[in-house]
T-cell receptor, first 110, second 115 residues
Framework: AQRVTQPEKLLSVFKGAPVELKCNYS??????LFWYVQYSRQRLQLLLR??SRESIKGFTADLNKGETSFHLKKPFAQEEDSAMYYC????????????FGTGTLLAVQP | DAGVIQSPRHEVTEMGQEVTLRCKPI?????LFWYRQTMMRGLELLIY????????DSGMPEDRFSAKMPNASFSTLKIQPSEPRDSAVYFC?????????????FGPGTRLTVL
């Protein structure tokens, strides 16, 4: 079955500390993975696509097929990074149906 | 492009009333998705359309919920009759079909409160 697991509901770090938001997936084919961010009371915004291998706002994520993971990382957290982060998997087929994880709330303390 | 547009942004209604939420996808996108977000259940996919045709409505909670997409630039999600447990934020998202790698773009959401 296709599934996305984000094991941490809440991750609290201090400003300047490294951040790693965990995401594991279950998918039989070649996955397409995304990270979305939702700031307080705002819409979900696409943060990263694994295919792009980009760095947005200092965040990076590498697809590890061996560990079936797509963890989101940032070397130095900023207070403005505080938000809800969702990992999502494209379910394949002829559509863009996304399977979302339950999300991790990142709280960056001053 | 203004992005995905949803209206209203906030809706407060009484139990038993009909509620209609509206969505305008990004121009040129041909997939449209309706999600519901609550603290308890997180983000749930309710239904999605490809080229105005409903593809999967297995996430629609019950018969009180219905969704339509009469044309490529407009969709509605209707709840009739509404109940307090329907209180949530409802998001609409759009994307290019057959574009697995580009992701979905979300609207600002409609915050629904049913008293």
């Amino acid at each position: 079955a296709q599934r996305v697991t984000q094991p941490e509901k809440l991750l609290s770090v201090f400003k300047g500390a490294p951040v790693e938001l965990k995401c594991n997936y279950s998918y039989s084919g070649s996955p397409e993975l995304f990270w979305y961010v939702q700031y307080s009371r705002q819409r979900l915004q696409l943060l990263l696509r694994h295919i792009s291998r980009e760095s947005i706002k200092g965040f990076t994520a590498d697809l590890n097929k061996g560990e079936t993971s797509f963890h989101l990382k940032k070397p130095f957290a900023q207070e403005e990074d505080s938000a809800m982060y969702y990992c999502a998997l494209n379910g394949g087929g002829a559509t863009n149906k996304l399977i979302f994880g339950t999300g991790t709330l990142l709280a960056v303390q001053p | 492009d203004a992005g995905v547009i949803q209206s209203p942004r906030h809706e407060v209604t009484e139990m038993g009333q009909e509620v209609t939420l509206r969505c305008k996808p990004i121009s040129g996108h041909n997939s449209l998705f309706w999600y519901r977000q609550t603290m308890m259940r997180g983000l749930e996919l309710l239904i999605y359309f490809n080229n105005n045709v409903p593809i999967d409505d297995s996430g629609m909670p019950e018969d009180r919920f219905s969704a339509k997409m009469p044309n490529a630039s407009f969709s509605t999600l209707k709840i009739q009759p509404s109940e307090p447990r329907d209180s949530a934020v409802y998001f609409c998202a759009s994307s290019l079909a057959h574009g697995r790698r580009v992701g979905q773009y979300f609207g600002p959401g409609t915050r629904l409160t049913v008293l």
